[in-house]
């Protein structure tokens, strides 16, 4: 009797194991080609569960960013939250694929598995066209303004003959990443007109020629794959950068070669991805 009543006050004393929940959620159901979907995994549990990792998850139809990592505890338990950033390829259905939670509890390897999620993606509707302009109608007599430019000329020439003389300093050096720079930035109009093979295969040669003269990699002559498996890559560049590269680079390849339209929205990203890349290594 006296050990059945030690038995049950054990029982009752034992601290208790949160179980481990992770759930999956997007914000929308519904998203124009170009948008942003926003898909977030939760997982819920308690001091017992460690070592959290998550594989990251593979959606071939999609541009993935992230995961950006927020964790919380509140009430005696925790929470962990990945959220990726995700733009579709192209209109259609985009599948969400079930993302695998690894983690030890109890000294035993546990795995969860998130539900899988999908939307649709609705193309993107056409500009409308700008109203069209009426001829040019000068409000001045043109002789005053050719007397003025006459002017100006006879006061500025003495100026400009004199600063031309001028023994010039030499300029600073340009670096690879503002060379860079000012072709992405000439590169910005192409988004607009639409002109997006010109731009992918200019923006992907602008990134191999600064990867070569900023940091020595062999960007040219190789296929992706073995650039980004190349010991001197790896040593060079983070795996986050890295990541970042090889969907650049695939997304290029679908461009150039399978004749892919990628869009105003992904077009975009890109240059401001590889503006960002360049400008986190610095000048």
Known sequence: MKSGLLTFLALCWAPTLWALTLTAQIDSPSLTLGQWQVWGLTAQYGKEAQDL???GPQVPEAFLKGPQVET???DGQWSRQWIWEVMALKPGEVSLPPVALKYRQAGQE????SEALSFQVQPAAENSLA???????PSFDPKFLLIGLLGFCCLVMPLALWVYRRPQAAAPPISAAQKALARLEALAPLVESGEFKQLHVSLSECLKDYLSAQLGLPAKGQTTEEFLAAP???RALNPAEREALDRYFHLADQVKFA?????QGLSRAALENAAQLITSRGA
Request: cysteine-free; aromatic content about 12%; charged content about 10%.
């Open 72 to 74: 919380h505890f509140k």
């Open 232 to 234: 001197s890559t790896r």
């Open 53 to 55: 990792q998550i594989t």
């Open 110 to 113: 546990q795995t969860a598995l």
């Open 131 to 137: 109203p069209s302009m009426g001829p040019f109608q």
């Open 259 to 263: 004749a892919y339209d990628p869009g």
